[in-house]
Every structure is written in structure tokens, then in C-alpha cells.
């Protein structure tokens, strides 16, 4: 339950939309954002110490973020799955050339993607920071 931002009518918190005066961003719910889709790929640059073979991938759609990892026997991919409401907090440990991405959960284990390009890392944090 909450109120609305706009208006301050009295929500119940299931609204998509204030019924008082039709605001579409009640109460910090994500209607408007979450119906929205998108998908952004991103991959751990080879020459700044990534994998050869396969570069570790970071996917970004609307339902959150998908982490694909070459696992150390080269065998087979490790895939992590958060959705945005599992995430706890983003930050970007920044080194001189590359950027090591944490991704904090809740419940779960969390991801860490290394070897991103920094202006990679930025975009990701804001893209998790943008619909948490
Ligand atoms: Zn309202």
C-alpha cells in the first residue's frame, strides 16, 4: 500500500496506473518500465586478459541479467541468472584498462564479470541501476 506520488490518492499497490488521476509511475512499481522490452549484449574484451576461446557474456533484457561464463574445464558455459528484483547492489571495481562488474543478490549467488571494457561497466551499472 502506498500513495500516489501525483495525487496522493490511496493505493493498494497492484494499480498500474493511479485510478484518482492516472499517473502511470505509482508508488516505486515499474509498470511503465517493466512492460517495456529491450536486450543489450555485452562481452569481456579478449585482449585485456578475457578468455580466448570464448569471451564471458553479460545479456540485459527486461527481466534482468544473465551472466554467461566459460567455466574453467572449458567444457561447458556456467550460466547465472538475477532478475532485477534479486539485485541487491551493482558496483564497478575499476582497474586501469578493465572493469570488474559485481552484481550483488539477495538470495543467490551473485555474479562477477570480469574484464569488461569501462565504458561497458558504466553502461551496465546504469542500465541495472535504471530498472532495479
Ligand atoms: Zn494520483
Redesign the pocket.
Known amino acids: 500500500m502506498g500513495f500516489?506520488a501525483?495525487?496522493?490518492?490511496t493505493l493498494t499497490g497492484n494499480e498500474n496506473f493511479?485510478p484518482?488521476?492516472?499517473?502511470k509511475s505509482?508508488n516505486g512499481n515499474n509498470y511503465t518500465q517493466s512492460k517495456k522490452t529491450f536486450s543489450y549484449e555485452f562481452s569481456s574484451k579478449l585482449i585485456l586478459g578475457g578468455n580466448v576461446f570464448t569471451p564471458d557474456r553479460l545479456n540485459i533484457n527486461q527481466d534482468g541479467v544473465t551472466f554467461l561464463k566459460r567455466n574453467k574445464y572449458l567444457i561447458g558455459v556456467d550460466r547465472s541468472f538475477l532478475s532485477f528484483s534479486d539485485i541487491s547492489y551493482v558496483k564497478v571495481d575499476r582497474r586501469l584498462i578493465s572493469s570488474t562488474v559485481i552484481i550483488s543478490s539477495k538470495g543467490s549467488r551473485g555474479i562477477r564479470a570480469e574484464n569488461f571494457s569501462i565504458s561497458d561497466a558504466k553502461k551496465i551499472e546504469k542500465i541495472i541501476r535504471d530498472n532495479r
Open positions: 500516489c501525483s495525487c496522493g490518492y493511479c484518482s488521476c492516472g499517473n505509482v
